[in-house]
């Protein structure tokens, strides 16, 4: 059986599925969080759940949207879920009544009934089910109350729904519904009542699947006399508006019938709001909470466990693997590659899975506490100014922890143009692979101000995605549409369990990686580091690592790295940033006990130290950023360009630094 | 105009249609339309977006929106 769960953004849609499902999706405040479809595996094994983006009604305005009306006309679902607010009863109903037209069997999950009840909103469910003519379960999502009722009735309950046409639009709409049920009648297996109101309604997605099935002249003239006719009659502003109200009465009329208001309580919500986003201290606010997430990341707790955990790694799991290589005789060829290629190449890289988790834990936090389309808020006059949105700054948020999730997420920007920026800005956002290359450098060239100099590296990310907005905008995407209606969800306790799991969700992308890709390239790149046209176990020097390597070398030497080493490293770095990490610990291995950071001090010097990391920052998205561009713009051109700018701002800005700083005296 | 509204202030929208079309589905969908009343809950700094409360949800929307939306204080 499989059921589809729709509701309006931020109604606990995310929460509800979790605990339907056994298997975690994701939980986050921000609206429209849920950008892809997610298909979960009900506890009791009674079907299939598929997550729908957030909606408000089924006529799309964004892409994101569409997603619900095309999954609508085009595939199967044998029974609808739909969640409701129960303290935004009024607004949510109007998704409700459209998906009753659907007519397929539905039922109702009415969540924050405790919301509801604080604000003194009393709702009468089994009055609601009576007059809907479907089964309404009270529940409340985050905790999992109500959730086995819920189940209950999904799997026995027949839910065709006992009343057909709940609003009644009035003569002329209705004749007009009639004319164009005709029109479809045998042409397809959907409500016909359904395409029609839809139709009139102006949905793009209805509109091109009924001109595919029907004529679209005769359509065309029904609307349009439909829409004289109103104009005339009732002086409407327009057919959609018309059929809004028509709804929005029905509403008002269930509303006074099933829900009882008494005192209500202040929302702790309005409290922190006044401070959170307060016209002085919103910002400043917001970069102290930065500030704090970076020095937990790299100073207060990430480094040490890091530190702890290289130590377990080049101590005993070296001796460990040592030892039993030594038992068993291993071949001189076998032990390279174990203890040089292997171990040196992912073991680099899983130092710093802590910092990643850590880092990973905080966006969570932002996201799952509400905080984060606050953000959005008192970030859009900056954001605006340069030609994007407020909410292009939570993809570059999300950018922080992978790009590739924040790319999917500027699905929910409304405009083309904004949504197509955000895309290409956003892999400027200095995600958390990255984190490991700075992780090295900034611990043998910066010791004393590691927490500032990698700072310094996210800020001038976001200044210079700032800077190339303003001039892509004003350049090629230029255009005057910009569109900007945020809902602010109130402030929800985020709770540890789902807090941990939605963090693990994220970092453990970063550990299969090193498990497989970086496991892989280890091998490959260790491989091209022992054998040269000499033959095998040759000087690292005559490798054919290095003789690729030094090809291109000559173009770094400008911007103060000019070495094989470095170029070798670039190439591996673009399969995924942090195979960067990987590629030096093998390059650079020596048997004895001296670490990888104090050889580096041989190689590089502090100024083309920080060029290198501004370098790595910038220069072209790894792989998985590039596919996902590719698949969210569905553009070679875009792709290209996304990579080809990356590229160029980053070794101008590599030579400026490095140049500059060679001019200012510092090495 | 709800620009003209201070933080704390309440009104009643009269005229919405002046508002660009994308917006103004926007807000409909969240139910704020004609007749709707909204509280102005902060105005941000620097000709920044404004929090609007309204039927109990907070909505933040740019100020050149606002400028365009009719209210009458009550």
């Given at each position: ?10 109604t ?8 339907l499902?056994?298997?975690y999706?994701?939980?986050?405040n ?7 479809k ?11 759940l598929?997550d ?21 006309l085009?595939?199967?679902?044998d ?8 303290s ?25 009934i405790?919301?509801a009840?604080k604000r003194?909103?009393h ?12 089964p309404v ?12 009722k ?5 799997a026995?309950k ?5 009343k057909?046409?709940l609003?009644?639009?009035g ?5 007009a ?5 005709g ?7 959907h409500?016909?009542r ?5 139709y ?5 997605y ?5 001109n595919?099935?029907?004529?679209t ?8 006399n439909?829409?004289l ?7 409407s502003?327009s057919?959609a508006?018309f ?7 029905v509403?008002?009329?269930?509303v006074?019938?099933v829900?009882?208001k008494?005192?209500?309580?202040i929302?702790?919500?309005?409290k922190?709001?006044s ?29 040490p466990?890091?530190d702890?955990?290289d130590?377990?790694?080049?101590g ?6 040592e030892t ?14 174990i203890?040089?290629?292997?171990i040196?190449g992912?073991g680099?890289v899983?130092v710093?899975?802590?910092?990643i988790?850590?880092?990973f834990?905080f ?5 799952d506490s509400g905080y984060?389309a606050r953000v ?30 924040g790319?999917?997420a500027a699905?929910?920007i409304e ?10 800005l956003?892999?400027l956002?200095?995600?958390?692979a990255r984190?490991?290359?700075y992780a ?10 590691k927490?500032?100099?990698v ?17 892509f905008s004003t350049?090629i995407l230029?255009s005057e549409?910009s569109?900007?209606?945020i809902e ?7 709770q540890?369990q ?12 970063f ?7 970086i496991?892989a390239?280890?091998?490959?790149i260790?491989?091209l580091s ?16 290095a003789?690729?390597?030094n090809v291109i070398a000559?173009?770094?030497?400008p911007i ?13 770095g673009?399969?995924a940033?942090e ?6 610990n093998?390059?650079y291995?020596v ?11 041989n190689?590089y ?10 370098f790595?920052?910038l220069?072209i ?21 996304s990579?080809i700018y990356?590229?160029a701002?980053?070794?101008?800005l590599?030579l400026?630094?490095?140049q500059?700083?060679?001019?200012f005296?510092?090495? | ?8 202030d309440k009104g009643?929208i009269?005229d ?6 994308l ?11 004609e007749?709707s ?9 620097f000709?920044?977006p404004?929090?609007?409360e309204s039927?109990g ?9 606002a400028v365009?939306?009719?209210?009458e204080?009550?």
């Open positions: 059986m499989e059921i589809a769960l729709i509701g309006n953004p931020n606990g849609k995310t929460s509800l599925f979790n605990n499902t056994g298997s999706a994701y939980v986050g921000w609206s429209g969080v849920t950008v892809e997610k298909v979960g595996v009900f506890k009791n094994n009674i079907g299939h598929i729908l983006p957030g909606v408000y009604t089924l006529n799309p305005l964004s892409k994101d949207e569409g997603v619900v009306t095309s999954f609508f085009n595939e199967s679902v029974r609808l879920l739909n969640i409701l607010d129960a935004q009863l009024e607004r949510n109903l109007h998704l409700t009544l459209q998906l009753l037209e659907f007519e397929k069997p539905a039922l109702i999950g009415l969540n924050m405790d919301v009840n003194g909103i709702i009468d469910s089994s009055k609601l089910s009576e007059i809907l003519g479907v379960v009270p529940v409340v999502a985050r905790s999992g109350k109500g959730c086995d819920l189940v209950d009735v999904i026995t027949s839910m065709q729904p006992t057909k046409n609003v009644y639009y003569k002329e709409v209705e004749e519904v009639t004319t164009l049920t029109e479809l009648k045998g042409k397809t297996s409500s016909a359904f395409l029609a109101i839809q009139f309604e102006g949905n793009e209805v509109k091109n699947y009924v595919s099935i029907a004529d002249q005769k359509l065309n003239a029904i609307k349009a439909l829409e006719k109103l104009q005339k009659q009732y002086d502003k057919l508006n059929i809004y109200l028509k709804r929005k009465e509403i008002e009329n269930i006074a019938e829900a009882r008494s005192n209500s309580i929302p702790l919500s309005e922190i709001d401070i959170v986003t307060n016209r002085y201290l919103g910002m400043p606010i917001f970069l102290l909470l930065m500030y704090l997430m970076f020095m937990l990341t790299f100073d207060w707790l990430g480094t466990l890091s702890t955990l130590a377990l790694l080049t005993p799991v070296t001796n460990g693997f039993v290589l030594n038992a068993i005789h291993a071949s001189a060829f076998i032990h390279a590659l203890i040089e290629g292997l040196a992912v680099g899983l710093f899975v802590p910092q988790f850590i880092l834990f966006i969570s936090l932002l996201e984060m959005a808020l008192v970030m859009d006059r900056i954001m605006e100014s340069v030609g994007l949105n407020g909410k292009a700054f939570i993809p570059m948020m999300i950018g922080f922890g992978c790009n590739v999730p790319i999917m699905r929910t405009t083309p143009r904004e949504r197509l920026l955000t895309i290409l956003t892999p956002m200095s995600c958390s984190l490991p290359v090295l450098f900034v611990g043998a060239f910066f010791a004393g101000n927490a500032f100099i700072l310094s590296l996210y800020v001038l990310g976001i200044v210079v995605a700032l800077i190339l907005a303003k001039i350049t230029k549409t569109l900007f209606v602010l969800p109130p402030y929800r306790l985020p540890f789902s807090l941990w799991r939605s963090t693990w969700d994220k970092g453990k992308g550990v299969r990686k090193a498990g497989t890709f496991f390239g280890s091998v490959f260790w491989l022992y054998a040269g046209p000499g033959g095998l176990n040759v000087d690292m020097d005559h490798s054919f690592l003789k690729i390597g000559p173009i770094f030497a103060g790295f000019g070495t094989w080493q470095a170029t070798a490293s670039l190439i591996t673009f399969l940033k195979a960067i990490i990987s590629t030096m093998i390059i291995f048997p004895n006990d001296a670490s990888l950071q104090g050889l580096l001090a190689y010097t502090p100024l083309s130290a920080y060029s290198f990391m501004v790595i920052l220069y998205p790894c792989l998985a950023t590039v596919a996902t561009i590719y698949k969210e713009t569905n553009s070679k051109k875009w792709t290209a360009f990579m990356a590229f701002i980053a070794y101008i590599s400026i630094i490095y500059g700083g060679k001019l005296g510092w090495v | 105009m709800v620009a003209s509204l201070k933080a704390g009643k009269i919405i249609s002046h508002v660009g079309n917006v103004q589905r926007r807000l409909l969908d969240l139910g704020i339309t007749g009343e909204v509280c102005v809950k902060c105005v941000m700094p000709g920044g404004i929090m609007i039927c949800q907070c909505v933040g929307i740019r100020r050149r929106e365009q939306i009719e209210v204080r009550i």
